[in-house]
């Protein structure tokens, strides 16, 4: 039997491992701080073994609804992957950030530049690789 975690997220540590070393170069580089890292405050972290098959992680394909009521399917990926264009969105992106760690049925806002807030609904998860067996991906 597992303990309840009492996070607000929950992360992966091969994720995690990953990404601090991502954004502590892409920060090198470009100057600023990635907002993501601050998230890892409020969760937990896991062995990709131990993930619920519900919350997104890196690699996830998920399909939500924003605030006009639009559905689509994004994937949270590695900035090297990303177009957004095509629904690939970089983890180190602010909303790719946002979305990591939540689970299904939560819904996530953030404020773009210009001050306008907008928010995503995770309605299911389509793929996730720790559900799925791939624990490296």
Same mark, same amino acid.
């Given at each position: 039997?597992?303990?309840?975690?009492?996070?607000?997220?929950?992360?992966?540590?091969?994720?995690?491992?990953?990404?601090?070393?991502? @954004?502590?170069? &892409?920060?090198?580089?470009?100057? $600023?701080?990635?907002?993501? =890292?601050? !998230?890892?405050?409020? *969760?937990?972290?896991?062995?990709?073994?131990?993930?619920?098959?519900?919350?997104?992680?890196?690699?996830?394909?998920?399909?939500?609804?924003?605030?006009?009521?639009?559905?689509?399917?994004?994937?949270?990926?590695?900035?090297?992957?990303?177009?957004? @264009?095509?629904? &690939?969105?970089?983890?180190?992106? $602010?909303?790719?950030?946002? =979305?990591? !760690?939540?689970?299904? *049925?939560?819904?996530?806002?953030?404020?773009?530049?210009?001050?306008?807030?907008?928010?995503?609904?995770?309605?299911?998860?389509?793929?996730?690789?720790?559900?799925?067996?791939?624990?490296?991906?």
């Amino acid at each position: 039997m597992s303990a309840a975690l009492n996070t607000d997220r929950i992360f992966s540590e091969l994720d995690r491992v990953r990404i601090e070393r991502l @954004a502590a170069r &892409f920060s090198a580089h470009d100057g $600023l701080p990635h907002t993501l =890292l601050e !998230g890892f405050d409020e *969760g937990d972290f896991l062995m990709p073994s131990d993930i619920p098959g519900d919350v997104v992680t890196v690699n996830s394909r998920l399909s939500v609804r924003d605030q006009d009521g639009d559905v689509r399917q994004i994937t949270i990926c590695y900035p090297g992957e990303a177009d957004a @264009a095509k629904g &690939f969105l970089s983890v180190l992106s $602010l909303v790719g950030g946002q =979305l990591l !760690g939540r689970r299904v *049925g939560e819904t996530v806002s953030w404020a773009d530049v210009g001050g306008t807030t907008s928010t995503l609904h995770i309605e299911s998860l389509l793929f996730q690789p720790e559900a799925s067996g791939e624990l490296a991906l």
